[in-house]
């Protein structure tokens, strides 16, 4: 077995090493292989394409059958490593839950105790993720009366508030407006400059302004792994714009993803 301190080279992330996964005989994930570094790597797929079960594995909520997942250096096979990865870890379901009853200000401090950040440091932090989300003025807002996208960037600094590395987001963008949407993407777009994020979106539009990489799945085998700009179709588009991308990534995906 691998070393947890050589599995990921200094300008990786996650390294994943032929992965499968499978419920019974039904074969979710069939010796899926990538790494990616920081930046915003966007995952797209068809429903049941495996989408779901690479961020649970990403997120260590779930073990592949085979191959080595590593995040950060930190080995996922071993559980001492796993608590390690946790650490620069945090991840945003599809679904946010949040504490509607408390203020915006408690549902982050509360995140980020439980995340391990120390006690004397937690006002900090808190302040800190809301900054980040452009939140702070909601601080003593009760969470229940946020708008969607507020709800959603209230998800963003709670998964953010003990500092991760990596950050994996499961359809962050669905269900807000357009300009609460233009203000997410700004976000993540923010956050990957010094991070590495994972966006699994079924939004080619936000793949086409956000993304640098590109994962495409297909019936649990990877398809594409690699810079988006490397898709021979996002290559061909002549005018760049983040329409014309979308759109030639919607060609890719029918021809490597269905």
Not at 146 to 163: F, K, P
Not at 166 to 176: A, K, N, R, S, W
Not at 214 to 223: D, V, Y
């Amino acid at each position: 077995m691998m070393q947890s301190s050589t599995i990921c080279p200094e300008d990786l992330s996650i390294v994943c090493e032929h992965v499968n996964f499978s419920y019974g005989k039904q074969e979710i994930l069939k010796d899926i292989s990538f790494s990616v570094g920081k930046g915003v790597t966007g995952i797209l797929g068809t429903n049941g394409a495996g989408k779901t079960t690479v961020l649970s594995i990403l997120s260590t909520l779930k073990k592949p059958k085979s191959g080595h997942v590593a995040l950060l250096g930190h080995d996922l096979s071993r559980y001492s490593s796993v608590e390690g990865a946790r650490k620069n870890l945090g991840f945003l379901p599809q679904h946010v839950e949040v504490m509607n009853f408390s203020s915006v200000q408690d549902n982050v401090a509360y995140a980020a105790w439980a995340h391990g950040v120390d006690e004397k440091h937690v006002e900090e932090a808190t302040m800190r993720a809301l900054s980040a989300v452009n939140l702070e003025d909601k601080a003593s807002v009760k969470a229940r009366k946020l708008s969607g996208g507020q709800r959603q960037r209230l998800g963003i600094a709670c998964t953010i508030a003990h500092n991760p590395q990596i950050i994996i987001l499961d359809e962050p963008t669905v269900g807000v407006d357009p300009l609460q949407r233009n203000d997410l993407r700004n976000l993540i777009l923010h956050l990957g400059q010094s991070r590495t994020v994972i966006l699994s979106t079924h939004l080619v539009d936000d793949i086409a302004r956000i993304a640098q990489t590109l994962l495409i799945l297909n019936s649990g085998n990877l398809s594409y792994c690699g810079p988006l700009a490397d898709l021979d179709e996002v290559r061909a588009c002549t005018s760049q714009s983040p329409t014309d991308v979308a759109e030639s990534i919607e060609h890719a995906f029918a021809r490597l993803g269905s």
